[in-house]
């Protein structure tokens, strides 16, 4: 069956420390990847994603994610955290298939950044 | 522009009853997705929608769930005799519809079933 792994129910991390979110998946194939945020009372919003190429990708609020194929995991990090990064963060992969993203989830890690 | 924009924002309905949920996708979006949250769980895929046909309808639970896209636009999740097992968020989604593209996703109904 193809899965999501998202270890962590919760990363604390103090402000200005650096953050990583793990996410591990199980799926056939070369998956697309993704990052994802929910804020409290707001939809999920778009962080990031691998295609292909280079392994570390930059996406919006300075987090970057590095794909390991050998490890089949695309960790969630940023350098410098900041208060306002807390929040609930999912990684979801995509099987190449059919021409269209359909979506597997984690269970979400809540990330708490303490000033 | 506008986002993803999902009505009601909140539902609270009586087993048995039916409910119809709305998605106004992104204008020009041609993918639409409805997915659905359980508390504490990330989101599990129902239906895509590619224009107005249901081309991946594998995540719904049963046959009392049902989706229409009739104009390629605005989808319609229907499900029928609702049971307590169905209260989640139901979140909806749209992208430009080539695979790699990520989903704009709407905020979310709030289904209570009672």
């Known amino acids: 069956a193809q899965s999501v792994a998202q270890p962590e129910d919760q990363v604390n991390v103090a402000e200005g420390n650096p953050l990583t979110v793990k996410c591990t998946y199980s799926v056939s194939g070369n998956p697309y990847l993704f990052w994802y945020v929910q804020y409290p009372n707001r939809g999920l919003q778009f962080l990031l994603k691998?295609?292909?190429?280079?392994?570390l990708v930059k996406g919006s609020y300075g987090f970057e994610a590095e794909f390991n194929k050998s490890q089949t995991s695309f960790h969630l990090k940023k350098p410098s955290a900041l208060v306002s990064d807390s929040a609930l963060y999912f990684c979801a992969v995509s099987p190449i298939s059919g021409g269209y993203n359909k979506l597997i989830f984690g269970a979400g890690t809540r990330l708490a950044v303490h000033p | 522009g506008a986002g993803v924009s999902q009505t009601p924002s909140n539902k609270v309905t009586e087993k048995g009853k039916y409910v119809e949920l709305r998605c106004d996708p992104i204008?020009?979006?041609?993918?639409l997705y409805w997915y659905r949250q359980s508390l504490g769980q990330g989101p599990e895929f129902l239906i895509y929608?590619?224009?107005?046909?249901?081309?991946?309808d594998s995540g719904l639970p049963n046959d009392r769930f049902f989706a229409v896209r009739p104009e390629g636009s605005v989808s319609t999740l229907k499900i029928q005799r609702t049971e307590r097992g169905d209260s989640a968020v139901y979140l909806c989604a749209s992208s430009p519809g080539t695979a790699g593209n990520e989903q704009f996703f709407g905020p979310g109904t709030r289904l209570t079933v009672l």
């Open positions: 929608f590619q224009g107005t046909g249901a081309a991946d």
């Open positions: 691998y295609i292909t190429g280079d392994n």
């Open positions: 204008s020009g979006h041609t993918a």
